[in-house]
């Protein structure tokens, strides 16, 4: 497979693991009736200001595997963002790009390089996150979009690619610049796992136009096509069914065959009236419609035809006519017509997604930046949010009632703000995980999604049309008369609205649409979050940083043995035990202040019969042969010892 060069490459591919594990510091727990809580809420709904590098390394221990849905808007390099470079990769090379800041092109010839080294390490500690059945969506514009489709098909397999969405960020397209108007950006899709399905969306009221219930029926239903392909490797199924109407015989298209097998269309046929099965010596007939000659031709299959005769079956099919419901196979033209088959609007599943997602649909930029101004007085803090609805979207397709979603480039709380949303619309208990690098992960990223648990207060525009004329080819001499009554009807009501938009030619109709601005009160949503500052390394120079408070160290230890998060509540009588798993006992034998020996006589510290023990401790007195034959493993804990 071809795969992307470019400066500093060789560098970043596993820099992940060069990458030293932090641990996170709870700050505060915010809920809507306890906002100043310090103690933890444990909701599950993180916020993290840090460096979302080290961040993510830092949920592994008890993330990895878990996240089934990661959505991140990352810088899109255009120039213009004013990034900067700040991974600490040991490398000439990268080390003099510390602390610059991304550029245009003509100023900075290395900015495809460095976007690339600063994305490919958190690409694969993301894909390291996900659970075998999630999935990530990443927004980027065309700026990048075939550098990070290359190093995804690197990281997550070509065979993960799931779909390139075009989003249609704009409503209006900008006459003011020269070329092709841009009008959508790229959502990229990648699974953990080949072949991932996405949750087929809500049923629209279009879908369901085409369905009715003329028969008084169980359910609304649509009628289809009664046959399936395949009639020559189907012979069975591809025979004459007698009309009860008109007694004529019915028998599929040619290269065709009933959907049902006979059994079960007997049974439909006898919902109208008396049938039985009768050899009607049409294997010529029967031989055509299934493309085969005559001689080859599956025999003994028979129709099914009227038991009574014609006058009897038509009164009883016309009363099931008349009185309803009909079988699920029924004749068409109030009973005169051919077979059609029912399928019930309760048989049917959703919309299946595409990969175009209008903004009537999913939102606009337009829309999203006014989310903001209601939310923080009038200002936007960001230049190009996402909609709520967008990443609501993502939600419907992606996540269930309980999913973790990570969004490791947060920026204005956008994802928490939509998981919320989901939740109370769909009794849910989703759970978010933010990670912003930025001062105002906390004054702006925190406070949206406080915000949006409370309620807040907000100005609230209601939109109506005040004009509309629609133009045809009589009456398009008197355009100019239209505009001047537009003009007027604007005048008229300058005391009712305070906004009005310019007469628009919107589909063949002059249009004024106005705007009245009300003070109103934004529901709160509920819900709840912890805040956290990325702390300390778990490592100082290769030694333990004692520093660390110990259960964060006892969960490292017990994810690097086993990936696996640490569950199990500690017990005195236990206290050294982390957890048996997969047979095997695994031990943190250590205390602060001084150095732990293995002994004999310490052999106390195993607490359950497993098959294995894997025992941390500073040392170890124990014969090898000792250690075989009790099969006991034993692991030094990386400290400075010699202060003891």
């Given at each position: 497979?071809?795969?992307?060069?470019?400066?500093?490459?060789?560098?970043?591919?596993?820099?992940?693991?060069?990458?030293?594990?932090?641990?996170?510091?709870?700050?505060?727990?915010?809920?809507?009736?306890?906002?100043?809580?310090?103690?933890?809420?444990?909701?599950?709904?993180?916020?993290?200001?840090?460096?979302?590098?080290?961040?993510?390394?830092?949920?592994?221990?008890?993330?990895?595997?878990?996240?089934?849905?990661?959505?991140?808007?990352?810088?899109?390099?255009?120039?213009?963002?004013?990034?900067?470079?700040?991974?600490?990769?040991?490398?000439?090379?990268?080390?003099?790009?510390?602390?610059?800041?991304?550029?245009?092109?003509?100023?900075?010839?290395?900015?495809?390089?460095?976007?690339?080294?600063?994305?490919?390490?958190?690409?694969?500690?993301?894909?390291?996150?996900?659970?075998?059945?999630?999935?990530?969506?990443?927004?980027?514009?065309?700026?990048?979009?075939?550098?990070?489709?290359?190093?995804?098909?690197?990281?997550?397999?070509?065979?993960?690619?799931?779909?390139?969405?075009?989003?249609?960020?704009?409503?209006?397209?900008?006459?003011?610049?020269?070329?092709?108007?841009?009008?959508?950006?790229?959502?990229?899709?990648?699974?953990?796992?080949?072949?991932?399905?996405?949750?087929?969306?809500?049923?629209?009221?279009?879908?369901?136009?085409?369905?009715?219930?003329?028969?008084?029926?169980?359910?609304?239903?649509?009628?289809?096509?009664?046959?399936?392909?395949?009639?020559?490797?189907?012979?069975?199924?591809?025979?004459?069914?007698?009309?009860?109407?008109?007694?004529?015989?019915?028998?599929?298209?040619?290269?065709?065959?009933?959907?049902?097998?006979?059994?079960?269309?007997?049974?439909?046929?006898?919902?109208?009236?008396?049938?039985?099965?009768?050899?009607?010596?049409?294997?010529?007939?029967?031989?055509?419609?299934?493309?085969?000659?005559?001689?080859?031709?599956?025999?003994?299959?028979?129709?099914?035809?009227?038991?009574?005769?014609?006058?009897?079956?038509?009164?009883?099919?016309?009363?099931?006519?008349?009185?309803?419901?009909?079988?699920?196979?029924?004749?068409?033209?109030?009973?005169?017509?051919?077979?059609?088959?029912?399928?019930?609007?309760?048989?049917?599943?959703?919309?299946?997604?595409?990969?175009?997602?209008?903004?009537?649909?999913?939102?606009?930029?337009?829309?999203?930046?006014?989310?903001?101004?209601?939310?923080?007085?009038?200002?936007?803090?960001?230049?190009?949010?996402?909609?709520?609805?967008?990443?609501?979207?993502?939600?419907?397709?992606?996540?269930?009632?309980?999913?973790?979603?990570?969004?490791?480039?947060?920026?204005?709380?956008?994802?928490?703000?939509?998981?919320?949303?989901?939740?109370?619309?769909?009794?849910?208990?989703?759970?978010?995980?933010?990670?912003?690098?930025?001062?105002?992960?906390?004054?702006?990223?925190?406070?949206?999604?406080?915000?949006?648990?409370?309620?807040?207060?907000?100005?609230?525009?209601?939109?109506?049309?005040?004009?509309?004329?629609?133009?045809?080819?009589?009456?398009?001499?008197?355009?100019?008369?239209?505009?001047?009554?537009?003009?007027?009807?604007?005048?008229?009501?300058?005391?009712?609205?305070?906004?009005?938009?310019q007469p628009k030619l919107v589909d063949n109709c002059i249009r004024v649409t106005?705007?009245?601005?009300?003070?109103?009160?934004?529901?709160?949503?509920?819900?709840?979050?912890?805040?956290?500052?990325?702390?300390?390394?778990?490592?100082?120079?290769?030694?333990?940083?004692?520093?660390?408070?110990?259960?964060?160290?006892?969960?490292?230890?017990?994810?690097?043995?086993?990936?696996?998060?640490?569950?199990?509540?500690?017990?005195?009588?236990?206290?050294?035990?982390?957890?048996?798993?997969?047979?095997?006992?695994?031990?943190?034998?250590?205390?602060?202040?001084?150095?732990?020996?293995?002994?004999?006589?310490?052999?106390?510290?195993?607490?359950?019969?497993?098959?294995?023990?894997?025992?941390?401790?500073?040392?170890?007195?124990?014969?090898?042969?000792?250690?075989?034959?009790?099969?006991i493993i034993f692991k030094k804990i990386p400290r400075d010892i010699k202060r003891?």
């Amino acid at each position: 497979m071809p795969t992307l060069n470019w400066i500093g490459k060789e560098k970043v591919v596993n820099h992940h693991l060069d990458v030293p594990f932090y641990t996170l510091e709870h700050q505060y727990g915010f809920h809507g009736d306890k906002p100043n809580d310090k103690s933890e809420t444990r909701s599950g709904n993180l916020i993290i200001h840090g460096d979302n590098l080290m961040a993510l390394k830092a949920l592994l221990p008890e993330y990895e595997g878990r996240v089934h849905c990661a959505y991140f808007d990352p810088p899109y390099n255009t120039g213009e963002e004013k990034w900067v470079y700040n991974d600490n990769v040991n490398d000439p090379h990268i080390r003099k790009w510390l602390g610059e800041v991304v550029g245009k092109e003509g100023e900075d010839l290395s900015r495809h390089d460095k976007w690339l080294c600063m994305m490919y390490p958190r690409l694969v500690l993301v894909q390291k996150l996900l659970h075998p059945q999630g999935v990530a969506f990443i927004s980027i514009d065309d700026n990048e979009y075939t550098n990070l489709k290359a190093i995804c098909d690197e990281i997550f397999g070509k065979n993960c690619f799931v779909a390139n969405i075009s989003w249609q960020r704009t409503y209006s397209v900008r006459n003011d610049k020269d070329g092709i108007a841009i009008i959508v950006e790229h959502i990229l899709v990648y699974s953990k796992e080949p072949n991932w399905i996405p949750i087929k969306l809500e049923r629209t009221k279009d879908m369901d136009a085409g369905y009715a219930n003329p028969d008084n029926d169980i359910a609304p239903w649509a009628s289809v096509i009664p046959t399936a392909p395949s009639a020559s490797s189907h012979q069975g199924m591809v025979y004459a069914i007698q009309q009860p109407f008109t007694g004529e015989f019915l028998y599929p298209t040619v290269g065709r065959c009933w959907s049902f097998g006979q059994e079960e269309m007997l049974r439909f046929m006898n919902g109208w009236c008396e049938y039985e099965l009768r050899d009607l010596n049409d294997d010529a007939k029967r031989a055509e419609i299934c493309g085969v000659p005559e001689e080859s031709i599956r025999k003994g299959i028979k129709a099914i035809v009227l038991k009574n005769d014609l006058t009897t079956s038509q009164i009883a099919a016309q009363e099931v006519y008349n009185k309803g419901p009909w079988p699920k196979y029924f004749f068409t033209k109030g009973g005169l017509g051919g077979i059609r088959r029912k399928t019930y609007i309760t048989e049917v599943e959703g919309k299946m997604p595409t990969n175009y997602w209008a903004f009537d649909e999913v939102g606009h930029t337009d829309e999203a930046k006014k989310e903001l101004m209601e939310i923080f007085g009038g200002k936007s803090p960001f230049d190009t949010p996402k909609p709520t609805r967008l990443i609501e979207r993502i939600l419907d397709i992606a996540t269930d009632d309980d999913s973790i979603v990570l969004d490791c480039f947060a920026g204005s709380g956008t994802t928490a703000h939509a998981v919320l949303m989901t939740n109370k619309k769909k009794h849910s208990n989703r759970r978010f995980i933010l990670i912003e690098l930025m001062d105002y992960a906390d004054t702006t990223t925190a406070y949206r999604v406080k915000k949006a648990i409370t309620g807040y207060d907000a100005k609230m525009k209601h939109e109506v049309e005040i004009y509309n004329k629609k133009l045809t080819i009589k009456n398009l001499p008197h355009y100019a008369q239209y505009l001047e009554e537009a003009k007027a009807v604007t005048e008229r009501e300058q005391g009712n609205y305070s906004e009005f938009s310019q007469p628009k030619l919107v589909d063949n109709c002059i249009r004024v649409t106005a705007t009245r601005v009300s003070n109103g009160r934004v529901e709160g949503l509920g819900g709840s979050f912890d805040y956290y500052e990325l702390g300390q390394p778990l490592f100082v120079e290769g030694n333990l940083n004692e520093e660390v408070d110990e259960e964060k160290i006892r969960q490292y230890i017990y994810y690097t043995e086993t990936h696996e998060p640490l569950r199990r509540q500690r017990k005195e009588e236990s206290r050294y035990l982390l957890d048996t798993f997969q047979n095997t006992g695994y031990y943190f034998y250590y205390e602060r202040d001084h150095s732990t020996e293995l002994t004999v006589d310490t052999l106390d510290i195993v607490t359950e019969k497993a098959s294995q023990y894997i025992i941390y401790a500073d040392v170890c007195r124990l014969p090898k042969e000792f250690m075989a034959e009790k099969h006991i493993i034993f692991k030094k804990i990386p400290r400075d010892i010699k202060r003891f």
